[in-house]
């Protein structure tokens, strides 16, 4: 297990980190996502003994590891560009830890071959790191990471050199890979799509902080705060005022800058409201729970106009003006019955927006530092 415990770190005088807080259980990988710059790398350096704090504890198995040198704690490292050798061959580079923590040759030999085998790289271990593809240097990384048997991995973007289709292979081989050796790590990225895939939590950082901390579901579909939610591409944000608590369902005005004119809509009554009745409330909806239409037959229908169409993968991005507040819908192209200037109808089912609090929710286990916890203990309260 570690503990992050309140790391704090300035850089020429700029703040880099500010009471970073965090922990991750025995073979769990945690998600570290965010933009560039946040403090990702920085905070892993720190874990890495690279970097020395200014305030705050790294914990590993219930030591405190702040004086010990990077050789001394037992922390792998994949770096983004790898950091290997190129004078020397695969089978050198991997036993590289293992040689300078002095361990006997045959053991080095012994446990080289066997992370060689995991890894599927045996065929490469004569071969120097110049004459390697980009999945194989990888490999190659994250082989010399594992063979010291680290206590944490600790792993920055290490597929983002990587073109998008070996990207998407070796991000589902990574996680096999790190599920079948029980590894704990942390795990840099700024991809929310390998967020989702490798985190068993995730926490989002912005400017030295972190702005949530949840199961990738969590973060993805109930995202705090409106910066976690437009990372994670909710840009559908209804900003407004809540007018009437009836039963199980609110009437909330929607009041967004720019708006030309507010409208009412009916959302299903969460906790939070009951705090925040006649005051401003912010919620999310995902563009795929937009629906579109010519009629105005759905629960709660705005009418706008389509000012433009994404590509996007797979599927398509529509965007929708309805009176000076834009709104995002995700289908596909042959769903798709409409065209650029077309008239809509947007709707939205009641179940659709998710309240944001707009706090920065630090920690599922320390509730004291999020502050848009409700008043009442119940498991409803918690959640929203």
């Known amino acids: ?181 029980g590894v704990t790590g942390i795990y840099v990225t700024h991809d929310l799509t390998e967020a989702m895939l490798l985190g068993d939590s995730v926490a989002v ?43 199980d369902i609110a009437t909330v005005e929607v009041v967004n800058e720019g708006l030309k004119s507010p409208f009412t809509i009916k959302v299903k009554k969460y906790p939070i409201f009951e705090r925040k009745h006649n005051n401003n409330i912010s919620l999310c909806i995902h563009p795929e729970d937009i629906i579109l239409d010519k009629t105005k037959k759905y629960e709660n229908a705005i009418k706008g106009k389509i000012i433009n169409i994404i590509p996007n993968g797979s599927v398509l991005k529509v965007v929708v003006d309805i009176g000076g507040l834009e709104i995002y819908a995700v289908t596909t192209r042959h769903l798709l019955k409409y065209d650029v200037n077309d008239e809509v109808w947007v709707s939205f089912s009641r179940e659709a927006p998710h309240p944001m609090c707009g706090k920065k929710c630090k920690s599922p286990n320390q509730e004291a530092l999020c502050k848009c916890k409700a008043l009442k203990n119940t498991i409803e309260e918690i959640e929203y």
């Not at 769990?28 to 350096?45: Q, R």
């Open 1 to 181: 297990m570690i503990e992050i415990n309140n790391i704090s770190k300035r850089i020429d005088g700029q703040e880099i980190l500010n009471d970073v807080s965090f922990s991750v259980n025995d073979s769990e990988i945690m998600v570290l996502l965010g933009p560039s710059g946040c403090g990702k790398t920085t905070l892993l350096k720190i874990i890495a003994g690279l970097l020395k704090q200014d305030y705050g504890d790294v914990v590993i198995n219930g030591k405190v590891i702040n004086d010990l040198p990077p050789q001394k704690r037992n922390v792998g490292f994949v770096f983004q560009d790898y950091a290997l050798f190129p004078h020397k061959n695969v089978f050198e580079n991997i036993a590289f830890g293992l040689k300078i923590r002095k361990i006997p040759e045959n053991e080095i030999k012994k446990r080289v071959y066997e992370i060689l085998e995991i890894l599927e790289i045996t065929h490469l271990k004569d071969k120097k790191i110049p004459q390697l593809s980009g999945g194989q240097k990888q490999r190659v990384a994250l082989a010399r990471a594992l063979v010291i048997n680290p206590d944490v991995l600790l792993l920055d973007e290490p597929l983002s050199a990587l073109d998008p289709v070996l990207r998407e292979k070796l991000r589902e081989e990574l996680k096999a890979i790190l599920k079948n050796l």
């Open 205 to 247: 950082m912005n400017k030295g902080e972190i702005q949530q901390i949840g199961k990738p579901d969590e973060i993805f579909y109930h995202p705090k705060n409106e910066f976690v939610a437009k990372f994670v591409g909710v840009k559908n944000i209804l900003k407004g005022n809540i007018k009437e608590l009836k039963d």
